[in-house]
């Protein structure tokens, strides 16, 4: 996890300059520490595109015994994209984090070509090779993380939108009910189809619950934190402030309830408990949350059918009852044959068995990569995204506006959160839930909004270094 | 805020950590077990993937792969099929597998853990991975002359090397040819396979070491007049009285010797003269006098109710089960009643005598041998216990040789050579055929080899057949083919 630095502003007052340091020295670290961390920036980017690049070539040697063209060249154009990322980096936000880059273009990278492994071992081609729409879906993502870091110069405009997040995130999460865009696929409504295009709505909906999230906290931390009663030696809220909690728990209920959507539920309330505990930094809350939610979720598990099954079969994978069973454990196990078969180094990219687990390429990419690079590969992946969400938690610790230190920290977290869910499904730590697991997966709905986190959390980043402090500074030598 | 971070912090390191551990567990500690799951498939394609490693018996390769232009690589060929099938077994695309080829599967394909510094060093240089190959401790001279001693009979018969416990020979029959259930094609397997199963001579049945167990018969009093050595009341010259028939105690039946007269002539007979002419009612006075604790202690020693036993197949474990009356005890004696073996069972028991009271465990492997000629693992001699001290192994030795030189199993004699063994010839119920038996050693006084023989069905010839006439010169053609070879 981030290191920790000195407390920030907000809460202990900034020590003077260091008096001996001469002032030209200072504003030359000032002035090439930007074009330091951009360099930085541009080396790992590279590293990771020929990473990626690489194992998109391996899969087709692996798996075809020769190179297709066309993909080859339609992934070096999404390189360039990325790469035209680093350079309106340079522009428009010269002091953002250089890691979170790279480790989102690796990712997605992986990504894309694990999909095409799948689909080579599918026989599919064109457009319908879930790969090539990746690559596309890839485009947009980065599209819309460009445009996002182009229009939202400053991210402290979004606060000014904070009630406007909760209409979005609400209609969002609607969308699927509506008639005729409306789509149920395996059970669970939470698509989206216009013409061609299915998307899953309640992927930008996390986003826009983050932003609301944090401005409803900044603003409203104080009379959450402060007053309370206290019931049997606990500290517990007034009433009245449990408002936005219950309103909140209700939205997860009605997300898993009426979407039949364990995974997403779980999410946006782990996002919120966790902002809410950062924010008002009362862990009786959290209690009152994880209370309520294990409550409504063991309700759901004794009445909703769904829940249920996904529970049984987690907890006797084995059983052929729920093995052989209509939704049951198949999926769970092979994944998990999978994966035994990768054992530690992994089958080698394009020579495993991953097509033989049902979603392959979205829901259980994971135990694809875990099949065919083995428990090192995993590891790396995991490590990956435990850098990507440290990053934006150095922001939490290092920003000066509550809002932006926030945001950034509910958005690395709701990425933390939903890997876990992901993974843990796959390796049977939790049920599983038909979560995507992020940059990784197949799917566009995903990748949009994992790109736009990654925009956001760039943004915020930026205006932390971009703040002349001594904080910071020495948190920079 | 900040201390709230560094707790949310924490969390999420520990969210992380417990993937980290999960899929350790699943990639490395379970990853075997997992492997091994009949559901999974990919198991299968490795093992047909990587060019399986053959299976050898002397020099001659009994199984091995070739390369073939289909999805699976490689195809599994047995030169001599049916000749090796009982220590072979056979591979199936995806209907599993049976001997040798399941129970070294791992090692065959490659995919033990052993194996783990080859996978590797193969994914390095680019070369195909190869598996491992497995080096029985079948003779094939022997194993052919075992082959067509025991020719139409169904039976089986079994080779042992008294002093190592290497298994020689291992003959079923009827068998089946493992080359028509190794084709690529799961319909035609499974429909030849249903056939196998359906056939009543059950040809999928190793009878050596596992199917419906014959009861012993006669070489059971083997067994008997062990423990009536070792329990030190008893002498070969011990006398116990020789009526032609006796009625059990507590029961209308009357046992009868085999030829229906007393045991030679004389008010009563010495257990020596009972064991060389196999008469039935003095060892069922001799039973009755050792009681049932005795002879089971004495039978368990020997190996029976071992149901842990692998060679590496698992064998079944003979028995001598527990009786309930002194009438059960007296029949159970001479090798009736509930009493079933396995003919490996009787083969341990005559090695045990001829190896001097030592038994040794058997087995059919004697080396598993990476592609670079590495050796994985070798099976070297191990002791399975002592279920007779040296002197009683030096008696028996004596009775048995008597037994072929002079009595009853006079058609295992070779010229030349003391032969030790014993015949049995076992009822199966009023009316059904006998099962016919030879266990023996040669020569007897410095041991080559441990033999025995079954054969089931009364060899054709009903309630006519005994164990001198069929089975005695099978045991016979096994041993010379050792001792010559």
Same mark, same amino acid.
């Not at chain 1, 980017?45 to 993909?71: D, E, I, S």
């Not at chain 1, 409803?216 to 517990?236: C, E, F, I, N, Q």
């Not at chain 1, 709905?445 to 402090?469: C, G, H, K, Y």
């Not at chain 2, 596992?210 to 030190?232: H, I, M, Y």
């Given at each position: 996890?981030?290191?920790?630095?000195?407390?920030?502003?907000?809460?202990?007052?900034?020590?003077?300059?260091?008096?001996?340091?001469?002032?030209?020295?200072?504003?030359?670290?000032?002035?090439?520490?930007?074009?330091?961390?951009?360099?930085?920036?541009?080396?790992?980017?590279?590293?990771?595109?020929?990473?990626?690049?690489?194992?998109?070539?391996?899969?087709?040697?692996?798996?075809?015994?020769?190179?297709?063209?066309?993909?080859?060249?339609?992934?070096?154009?999404?390189?360039?994209?990325?790469?035209?990322?680093?350079?309106?980096?340079?522009?428009?936000?010269?002091?953002?984090?250089?890691?979170?880059?790279?480790?989102?273009?690796?990712?997605?990278?992986?990504?894309?070509?694990?999909?095409?492994?799948?689909?080579?071992?599918?026989?599919?081609?064109?457009?319908?090779?879930?790969?090539?729409?990746?690559?596309?879906?890839?485009?947009?993502?980065?599209?819309?993380?460009?445009?996002?870091?182009?229009?939202?110069?400053?991210?402290?405009?979004?606060?000014?939108?904070?009630?406007?997040?909760?209409?979005?995130?609400?209609?969002?999460?609607?969308?699927?009910?509506?008639?005729?865009?409306?789509?149920?696929?395996?059970?669970?409504?939470?698509?989206?189809?216009?013409?061609?295009?299915?998307?899953?709505?309640?992927?930008?909906?996390?986003?826009?619950?983050?932003?609301?999230?944090?401005?409803?906290?900044?603003?409203?931390?104080?009379?959450?934190?402060?007053?309370?009663?206290?019931?049997?030696?606990?500290?517990?809220?007034?009433?009245?402030?449990?408002?936005?909690?219950?309103?909140?728990?209700?939205?997860?209920?009605?997300?898993?309830? /009426? @979407?039949? *959507?364990? %995974?997403?539920? &779980?999410?946006?309330?782990?996002? $919120?408990? +966790?902002? !809410?505990? #950062?924010?008002?930094?009362?862990?009786?809350?959290?209690?009152?949350?994880?209370?309520?939610?294990?409550?409504?979720?063991?309700?759901?598990?004794?009445?909703?059918?769904?829940?249920?099954?996904?529970?049984?079969?987690?907890?006797?994978?084995?059983?052929?009852?729920?093995?052989?069973?209509?939704?049951?454990?198949?999926?769970?196990?092979?994944?998990?044959?999978?994966?035994?078969?990768?054992?530690?180094?992994?089958?080698?990219?394009?020579?495993?068995?991953?097509?033989?687990?049902?979603?392959?390429?979205?829901?259980?990419i994971v135990a694809s990569l875990g099949e065919e690079l083995g428990m090192v590969?995993?590891?790396?992946?995991?490590?990956?995204?435990?850098?990507?969400?440290?990053?934006?938690?150095?922001?939490?610790?290092? /920003? @000066?506006? *509550?809002? %932006?230190?926030? &945001?950034?920290?509910?958005?690395? $977290?709701? +990425?933390? !959160?939903? #890997?876990?869910?992901?993974?843990?499904?796959?390796?049977?730590?939790?049920?599983?839930?038909?979560?995507?697991?992020?940059?990784?997966?197949?799917?566009?709905?995903?990748?949009?909004?994992?790109?736009?986190?990654?925009?956001?959390?760039?943004?915020?980043?930026?205006?932390?270094?971009?703040?002349?402090?001594?904080?910071?500074?020495?948190?920079?030598? | 805020?900040?201390?709230?971070?560094?707790?949310?912090?924490?969390?999420?390191?520990?969210?992380?950590?417990?993937?980290?551990?999960?899929?350790?567990?699943?990639?490395?500690?379970?990853?075997?077990?997992?492997?091994?799951?009949?559901?999974?498939?990919?198991t299968l394609y490795a093992s047909f993937s990587t060019e399986r490693g053959p299976?050898?018996?002397?020099?001659?390769?009994?199984?091995?792969?070739?390369?073939?232009?289909?999805?699976?690589?490689?195809?599994?060929?047995?030169?001599?099929?049916?000749?090796?099938?009982?220590?072979?077994?056979?591979?199936?695309?995806?209907?599993?597998?049976?001997?040798?080829?399941?129970?070294?599967?791992?090692?065959?394909?490659?995919?033990?853990?052993?194996?783990?510094?080859?996978?590797?060093?193969?994914?390095?240089?680019?070369?195909?991975?190869?598996?491992?190959?497995?080096?029985?401790?079948?003779?094939?001279?022997?194993?052919?002359?075992?082959?067509?001693?025991?020719?139409?009979?169904?039976?089986?018969?079994?080779?042992?090397?008294?002093?190592?416990?290497?298994?020689?020979?291992?003959?079923?029959?009827?068998?089946?040819?493992?080359?028509?259930?190794?084709?690529?094609?799961?319909?035609?397997?499974?429909?030849?396979?249903?056939?196998?199963?359906?056939?009543?001579?059950?040809?999928?049945?190793?009878?050596?070491?596992?199917?419906?167990?014959?009861?012993?018969?006669?070489?059971?009093?083997?067994?008997?007049?062990?423990?009536?050595?070792?329990?030190?009341?008893?002498?070969?010259?011990?006398?116990?009285?020789?009526?032609?028939?006796?009625?059990?105690?507590?029961?209308?039946?009357?046992?009868?010797?085999?030829?229906?007269?007393?045991?030679?002539?004389?008010?009563?007979?010495?257990?020596?003269?009972?064991?060389?002419?196999?008469?039935?009612?003095?060892?069922?006075?001799?039973?009755?006098?050792?009681?049932?604790?005795?002879?089971?202690?004495?039978?368990?020693?020997?190996?029976?109710?071992?149901?842990?036993?692998?060679?590496?197949?698992?064998?079944?474990?003979?028995?001598?089960?527990?009786?309930?009356?002194?009438?059960?005890?007296?029949?159970?004696?001479?090798?009736?009643?509930?009493?079933?073996?396995?003919?490996?069972?009787?083969?341990?028991?005559?090695?045990?005598?001829?190896?001097?009271?030592?038994?040794?465990?058997?087995?059919?492997?004697?080396?598993?041998?990476?592609?670079?000629?590495?050796?994985?693992?070798?099976?070297?001699?191990?002791?399975?216990?002592?279920?007779?001290?040296?002197?009683?192994?030096?008696?028996?030795?004596?009775?048995?040789?008597?037994?072929?030189?002079?009595?009853?199993?006079?058609?295992?004699?070779?010229?030349?050579?003391?032969?030790?063994?014993?015949?049995?010839?076992?009822?199966?119920?009023?009316?059904?055929?006998?099962?016919?038996?030879?266990?023996?050693?040669?020569?007897?006084?410095?041991?080559?080899?441990?033999?025995?023989?079954?054969?089931?069905?009364?060899?054709?010839?009903?309630?006519?057949?005994?164990?001198?006439?069929?089975?005695?010169?099978?045991?016979?053609?096994?041993?010379?083919?050792?001792?010559?070879?």
């Amino acid at each position: 996890m981030a290191s920790p630095t000195p407390s920030s502003a907000t809460e202990t007052a900034p020590a003077p300059p260091a008096p001996r340091a001469p002032l030209t020295e200072t504003i030359r670290v000032r002035l090439r520490a930007p074009a330091r961390r951009r360099n930085t920036e541009l080396g790992l980017l590279l590293f990771a595109l020929a990473l990626a690049g690489g194992a998109l070539a391996l899969v087709q040697l692996g798996a075809l015994g020769h190179l297709a063209g066309t993909m080859m060249l339609l992934s070096g154009l999404l390189g360039l994209f990325a790469i035209a990322i680093h350079v309106a980096l340079r522009v428009v936000a010269p002091d953002a984090d250089p890691f979170v880059l790279p480790i989102a273009v690796l990712l997605n990278g992986l990504g894309i070509a694990e999909i095409t492994r799948i689909d080579i071992a599918e026989g599919l081609v064109g457009w319908d090779a879930a790969g090539v729409r990746q690559i596309a879906w890839s485009a947009i993502a980065l599209a819309g993380a460009l445009a996002v870091l182009l229009v939202i110069r400053n991210h402290r405009v979004l606060l000014r939108y904070r009630y406007l997040a909760m209409l979005a995130a609400i209609v969002l999460l609607l969308l699927p009910f509506a008639p005729l865009i409306g789509k149920e696929v395996n059970g669970a409504t939470i698509w989206i189809q216009v013409g061609p295009l299915s998307f899953q709505p309640g992927e930008l909906a996390k986003i826009a619950l983050a932003i609301f999230f944090a401005g409803y906290l900044m603003t409203a931390r104080d009379s959450l934190s402060m007053v309370s009663v206290k019931v049997l030696g606990l500290r517990l809220p007034r009433p009245r402030d449990l408002g936005p909690i219950l309103v909140i728990w209700a939205l997860s209920m009605l997300v898993l309830i /009426g @979407q039949r *959507d364990l %995974g997403t539920s &779980l999410l946006y309330f782990g996002l $919120f408990l +966790v902002m !809410l505990y #950062v924010a008002t930094g009362r862990l009786s809350w959290v209690l009152l949350g994880v209370v309520l939610f294990g409550g409504g979720a063991f309700a759901a598990s004794r009445v909703l059918p769904y829940v249920e099954n996904r529970f049984a079969g987690w907890l006797d994978a084995f059983n052929p009852e729920y093995y052989d069973a209509f939704g049951g454990s198949y999926q769970l196990v092979q994944g998990l044959f999978g994966l035994a078969d990768g054992g530690l180094i992994g089958t080698g990219l394009g020579r495993g068995h991953p097509g033989i687990v049902p979603l392959a390429e979205s829901d259980f990419i994971v135990a694809s990569l875990g099949e065919e690079l083995g428990m090192v590969g995993l590891f790396a992946i995991l490590a990956l995204y435990l850098l990507f969400v440290s990053r934006g938690f150095r922001i939490g610790f290092t /920003g @000066q506006d *509550d809002f %932006g230190r926030l &945001l950034a920290v509910g958005l690395s $977290f709701v +990425v933390a !959160l939903q #890997v876990f869910i992901v993974v843990g499904g796959v390796t049977r730590v939790i049920p599983l839930t038909g979560l995507t697991t992020p940059f990784l997966a197949a799917g566009g709905s995903s990748l949009v909004a994992n790109w736009v986190i990654v925009a956001i959390l760039l943004r915020v980043s930026d205006s932390v270094r971009a703040q002349p402090r001594w904080v910071v500074e020495e948190g920079r030598s | 805020m900040n201390k709230e971070l560094r707790r949310v912090s924490a969390f999420v390191l520990v969210l992380f950590l417990a993937l980290f551990s999960s899929s350790t567990i699943v990639q490395f500690f379970q990853s075997n077990s997992l492997k091994e799951d009949p559901r999974n498939v990919r198991t299968l394609y490795a093992s047909f993937s990587t060019e399986r490693g053959p299976i050898l018996a002397g020099d001659q390769q009994v199984a091995y792969s070739t390369p073939v232009d289909d999805d699976f690589q490689y195809l599994r060929v047995y030169p001599d099929g049916p000749l090796y099938s009982a220590a072979t077994g056979y591979f199936t695309l995806d209907q599993g597998a049976t001997g040798v080829e399941s129970e070294l599967n791992s090692l065959l394909s490659g995919t033990s853990d052993s194996q783990f510094l080859d996978r590797v060093t193969s994914i390095l240089t680019g070369q195909e991975p190869k598996g491992a190959a497995v080096e029985l401790s079948i003779d094939p001279v022997v194993q052919q002359a075992a082959w067509d001693a025991l020719g139409d009979y169904q039976g089986a018969v079994l080779a042992i090397e008294p002093a190592t416990g290497r298994i020689l020979a291992l003959v079923s029959k009827p068998t089946f040819d493992p080359n028509a259930l190794a084709v690529h094609d799961s319909a035609a397997v499974i429909d030849l396979y249903d056939q196998l199963l359906a056939d009543p001579g059950q040809p999928l049945i190793n009878r050596t070491i596992q199917g419906d167990l014959n009861p012993p018969g006669s070489t059971f009093k083997l067994v008997v007049a062990s423990a009536a050595l070792e329990s030190g009341k008893y002498t070969p010259d011990s006398a116990f009285p020789n009526p032609a028939q006796l009625q059990l105690p507590q029961s209308t039946a009357v046992i009868q010797n085999s030829g229906g007269g007393t045991c030679g002539p004389g008010a009563t007979v010495t257990i020596a003269t009972a064991l060389r002419l196999s008469c039935n009612i003095p060892f069922a006075e001799l039973g009755l006098e050792l009681g049932f604790r005795a002879i089971s202690e004495q039978a368990k020693k020997y190996g029976f109710g071992d149901d842990s036993f692998e060679i590496p197949m698992p064998v079944a474990p003979s028995v001598y089960p527990a009786v309930q009356s002194d009438a059960e005890l007296m029949l159970s004696a001479f090798g009736q009643g509930n009493d079933r073996v396995t003919p490996l069972q009787m083969a341990m028991v005559s090695a045990a005598i001829a190896n001097g009271g030592l038994q040794m465990r058997p087995g059919v492997v004697d080396k598993v041998t990476a592609p670079d000629l590495s050796a994985l693992r070798t099976f070297s001699p191990a002791e399975y216990g002592r279920p007779i001290s040296a002197a009683t192994a030096a008696t028996m030795t004596q009775l048995m040789v008597a037994n072929v030189a002079n009595g009853a199993a006079s058609n295992a004699r070779i010229g030349g050579i003391d032969v030790a063994g014993k015949t049995g010839t076992a009822e199966n119920g009023p009316g059904e055929p006998y099962t016919l038996w030879f266990t023996g050693f040669a020569p007897a006084d410095s041991p080559q080899v441990a033999v025995a023989v079954v054969i089931e069905d009364g060899g054709g010839l009903g309630q006519e057949g005994y164990g001198n006439l069929l089975a005695a010169p099978i045991g016979k053609q096994v041993m010379e083919a050792v001792i010559d070879r």
